[in-house]
């Protein structure tokens, strides 16, 4: 699986953006994909994610839950991140990643994920 991040830009304070993930690959709607950001000078954390074909899970962190939300549509091997009431803190590349057997209580730990995309930079300024 090979996964492309884009979406990423410069938006103000209260802003929407919407990100998104293309996959390539065999099996996609089987896999559980995830967003995480790293932000400079930071660790990488994780945003949010949502699960493959039947289980339905989706998980936020709590700095972003109420704020954005995750899709996936698998006919177009996509996942989308809808980034709304964007903070400054926000600030940050974004990544998206994937893994196939990825447990529901392990959707929000980095190292379960087996393949990660290149980043897409968002920037927002106060």
């Known amino acids: 699986v090979q996964l492309q991040a884009s979406g990423g830009g410069l938006v103000q304070a209260g802003d929407s953006l919407r990100v998104s993930c293309a996959a390539s690959?065999?099996?996609?709607?089987?896999?559980?994909v995830g967003w995480f950001r790293q932000a400079p000078g930071k660790e990488r954390e994780f945003v949010a994610a949502?699960?493959?074909?039947?289980?339905?899970?989706?998980r936020y962190s709590d700095s972003v839950q109420g704020r954005f939300a995750i899709s996936r549509d698998n006919s177009k091997s996509t996942v989308s991140l809808q980034m709304n009431s964007l903070k400054p803190e926000d600030t940050a590349v974004y990544y998206c990643?994937?893994?196939?057997?990825?447990?529901?209580?392990?959707?929000?730990?980095?190292?379960?994920?087996?393949?990660w995309g290149q980043g897409t930079l968002v920037t927002v300024s106060s």
């Open positions: 990643a994937a893994g196939r057997t990825i447990i529901v209580s392990s959707m929000t730990r980095d190292q379960a994920y087996h393949y």
């Open positions: 949502i699960s493959g074909s039947g289980r339905s899970a989706i």
């Open positions: 690959g065999l099996g996609f709607r089987e896999y559980t």
